[in-house]
């Protein structure tokens, strides 16, 4: 099998060891192993490679990691702009967070197209594509239109929203009708894809029949998939951090009292203002909390120069202050807070000292923080997981305590709650929440997406398309990087 996966970041190995909750580090256990080539960006940007994509290669695992420069004029419209100024608040149902120009849109087509003709170097007849992540809704079109006829599979990490929502983000009806080169279309919930079928009935016209759906391109299937991680191997290396310098030292400043951990990128999705002023609320709820629990608060600054990700910098380091000094003394901080990442090696460490895992984004399209959380715990003496029912980790990890976090008052008294779970109730919880992720580990989501990919070729032999949409939808013109759709 020629697999090519293709995704914005990537992971590089031990010696670049990515932080845990992203698709770059679920992804680099499987892709590893399974012989595939990795593209994605170098990071680095280039001038003039419109005209000539340059590829780095380097070994990774049984296959290869290829690094691509992407084009430097449109980088910023397509990153900060369309992706996650456009794209990332509107799967997040944050319409009022949609900032869009035609530039943008413009610049996140040309990296598409960019990607798309990159990625001709490993293309032979019996390549199978698979595409990652919201970046790329419209690569699959792309590589159609540089004549590849073999399978190519999208996986969207995200939530897909409400139709509502969609309807909001310019250029919508375009990207759904790109969307549909693709044979295979994977989400993380029902609800993704129940929503995304939605959109292809109001805003296209199209019925899906039996999880397919049918357009000018072909057919196009429509399934569910949720990430899992390795727990096993996450649980090794809990295991293994706990004698890390950064977690004894956690561990010796504790002296007894009990510790709340959230881990998150630093961004308006993962509710952190709600989460803190739980704690503010627990603390004034609960006195006797005070100086026997405290929070350490990971948060890596994340997009810091699209406007939204600075305001909420400031806005979440005003509110640790105000919280730390009005509950805080001279020789107690209620909340630590870290500007900075760590790598998977001392972060599962860091949440087995936890007595409390709190994973409470507003919307969420997985959240494996919460999966890595469970994972890291010591099976005699486990953690509590208290989870946002907006994460699509809920669907799957429903012993923990699902909260919403919209309600501080509720937040506030389920993490009392967590902190004085008796042993019986927390190993059961445990268990059945380790269960689940045995169950669809990430070893499973790759496999299980890979085979039903294959199958899509089988799924072709036997249907003809449906004829192109009617004129005047879709109008394509010629230009330096290909066709591109208006
Ligand atoms: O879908 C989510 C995702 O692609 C994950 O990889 C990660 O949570 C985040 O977005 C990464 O964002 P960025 O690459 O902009 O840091």
Avoid at 350 to 359: E, I, N
Avoid at 377 to 391: C, H, N, T, Y
Avoid at 422 to 430: F, I
Wanted: aromatic letters at 8%.
């Amino acid at each position: 099998m020629n697999l090519v996966v293709v995704s914005n970041r990537v992971a590089r190995g031990k010696a670049n060891e990515p932080m845990t909750g992203g698709l770059a580090a679920a992804l680099l256990p499987v892709v590893e192993k399974s012989g595939a080539i990795w593209v994605g960006s170098s990071g680095r940007v280039r001038d003039g490679a419109q005209l000539e994509p340059i590829v780095e290669i380097e070994p990774l695992g049984e296959g290869a990691l290829a690094l691509l420069d992407l084009p430097a004029a449109h980088y910023a419209g397509y990153y900060e702009g369309f992706a996650n100024s456009a794209l990332w608040p509107a799967l997040h149902s944050r319409s009022d967070l949609i900032r869009v120009s035609h530039d943008d849109y413009e610049s996140y087509r040309e990296v598409n197209a960019f990607v798309a003709r990159s990625l001709m170097r490993f293309h032979k007849p019996d390549t199978l594509f698979w595409i990652q992540d919201y970046h790329f809704l419209s690569l699959g079109a792309e590589l159609r239109d540089l004549g590849v006829k073999s399978a190519i599979g999208f996986f969207l990490h995200t939530p897909w929203p409400s139709r509502c929502v969609v309807d909001s983000l310019p250029h919508h009806p375009e990207l759904l009708e790109a969307m549909l080169a693709y044979d295979l279309i994977g989400f993380q919930t029902a609800d993704d894809c129940e929503n995304f079928i939605d959109c292809l009935r109001t805003s296209l016209g199209l019925k899906v029949k039996g999880g397919v759906v049918r357009s000018r391109h072909g057919r196009t299937r429509l399934a569910v998939f949720p990430i899992g991680i390795d727990a096993d191997k996450f649980a090794q290396a809990a295991t293994k951090a706990v004698s890390h310098p950064d977690v004894s030292r956690l561990r010796r400043s504790l002296q007894g009292e009990k510790l709340a951990i959230g881990v998150d990128r630093l961004d308006y999705s993962k509710g952190l203002v709600n989460r803190i002023s739980a704690f503010d609320r627990m603390w004034s709820l609960h006195p006797n909390l005070l100086r026997s629990v405290s929070l350490l608060q990971i948060a890596t600054p994340s997009r810091e120069s699209i406007p939204a990700y600075g305001n909420l910098q400031s806005e979440v380091a005003r509110l640790i202050s105000e919280v730390n000094g009005r509950h805080g003394e001279v020789d107690w901080t209620p909340i630590r807070y870290l500007n900075k990442g760590y790598g998977q090696s001392v972060l599962a460490g860091l949440y087995r000292t936890a007595q409390v895992g709190v994973v409470t984004p507003l919307y969420d399209g997985m959240n494996l923080v919460a999966k890595e959380y469970v994972a890291a715990q010591s099976p005699v003496d486990p953690g509590v997981l208290v989870l946002s029912k907006f994460a699509g980790a809920a669907n799957e990890l429903d012993a923990a305590l699902l909260v919403n976090p919209h309600d501080i008052d509720g937040m506030a008294r389920t993490i009392a709650t967590a902190l004085s779970m008796p042993l019986a109730e927390r190993c059961m919880r445990y268990e059945a929440m380790m269960a689940k992720l045995h169950r669809h580990s990430i070893q499973q989501w790759f496999a299980d997406f890979v085979t039903a990919l294959q199958a899509t070729e089988l799924d072709e032999a036997d249907v003809e398309p449906l004829p192109a949409t009617p004129p005047g939808f879709l109008v394509r013109r010629a230009s330096s990087s290909g066709a591109r759709y208006h």
